[in-house]
């Protein structure tokens, strides 16, 4: 049983929510709060709480004294497309508010605030899920994983940038949003210069945007789901990578590369070079063409091998070493191998 403090609090607050406040924003996802008091909690404390929690914006405020068995939870009464949430928070002998993923101490307003948006975006998972990459939750960067793991299945050495990213766009079942900086750049019609065919769909289009000096960075950080987001880099984003270095040994990741050949080159291009060798360890080659053109790399020049019996990797790195280059054995989403080539210098 409330005590008349209490009882009359109730009644103001039902009819704040009934008639609104001025210049509050009604929010779309309905939240409705329970607050628990643990056994001897004061009563003035409560009034405090209360108060503070309806200028927050909760659809609808409850007090009721602790049952056995009572925890910090959130159920969705509604449906995923239209949630309504109903929450259980605990008022604690130490004045302190346990909601789920959160607990605050009175006035901590920003948090609080932080908390509830972050439901309204995201859903339970939002506030409980356990963190992942990019500032997601993990099951986020999961489903975001699975949409750019599968690789991409067009040609692109030759073919115009603007037309590859789009198709890639296209292909990744979750919004791809272009940056308004980014836009004239994306569509310029510079030729992809490396054959990204059969990379995943999010390394190949990290290395499709890198000659154009934009990124791909994430979204839905509190949200209900993941995208994707070109833009140019600022210095602070984290962007998607174009491929990690491998977990496993470098002879378990690409067994071809370590395969016995005889070789012999003299005085030929070196991009004529490496591609006779990349057709043979059937490996795709993604160069940092931006490295290249800092340091004036020039692919034409002529590179030589002497006559001897040595196996891929090496042939590969001696020819790059003469043009001051060198390799790196990396994996895409779908831990595909491939070998990026970038400068000795950084």
Do not use: C
């Not at 019609?189 to 769909?201: K, N, T």
Request: no cysteine.
């Amino acid at each position: 049983m409330f005590t008349r403090p209490v009882v009359v609090l109730l009644v103001i607050v039902a009819w704040v929510m009934a008639v609104g406040v001025p210049g509050t924003v009604v929010a779309q996802v309905p939240v409705s709060l329970e607050l628990v008091t643990s056994p001897g909690f004061a009563i003035e404390e409560q009034q405090d709480w209360f108060q503070a929690l309806n200028r927050l914006g909760f659809t609808d405020l409850r007090l009721r004294t602790a049952r056995p068995g009572d925890e910090p939870a959130v159920v969705n009464r509604g449906t995923p497309d239209q949630p309504r949430y109903v929450v259980t928070g605990i008022l604690t002998r130490d004045n302190r508010l346990q909601l789920p993923g959160l607990t605050v101490r009175f006035g901590q307003r920003q948090q609080l605030g932080d908390w509830l948006e972050r439901l309204r975006a995201g859903g339970e998972d939002a506030i409980t899920g356990e963190p992942g990459a990019f500032g997601l939750t993990a099951k986020q960067f999961e489903a975001l994983h699975e949409a750019v793991r599968p690789a991409f299945e067009f040609e692109t050495k030759g073919q115009p940038s603007r037309d590859v990213i789009r198709q890639i766009r296209e292909s990744i079942p979750v919004r791809v949003e272009v940056d308004p900086s980014a836009a004239a750049a994306v569509e310029r019609s510079d030729a992809v210069l490396d054959e990204l065919q059969g990379l995943s769909r999010g390394t190949a289009l990290a290395a499709a945007l890198r000659p154009l000096g934009m990124i791909v960075t994430v979204t839905g950080q509190g949200q209900a789901s993941a995208g994707l987001r070109i833009t140019r880099p600022a210095g602070k984003e984290e962007a998607w990578p174009i491929g990690t270095a491998p977990a496993s040994s470098p002879h378990k990741t690409a067994p071809a590369l370590f395969r016995d050949l005889n070789v012999e080159i003299h005085d030929r291009p070196l991009a004529e070079a490496l591609d006779a060798l990349q057709q043979r360890v059937k490996l795709p080659f993604v160069f940092d063409h931006n490295a290249l053109a800092k340091h004036d790399v020039d692919l034409q020049q002529p590179v030589s091998f002497p006559a001897k019996r040595t196996f891929y990797k090496k042939a590969v790195d001696d020819l790059l070493y003469q043009a001051k280059l060198r390799s790196e054995l990396r994996i895409d989403d779908a831990q595909h191998a491939f070998v990026w080539i970038t400068t000795i210098k950084k």
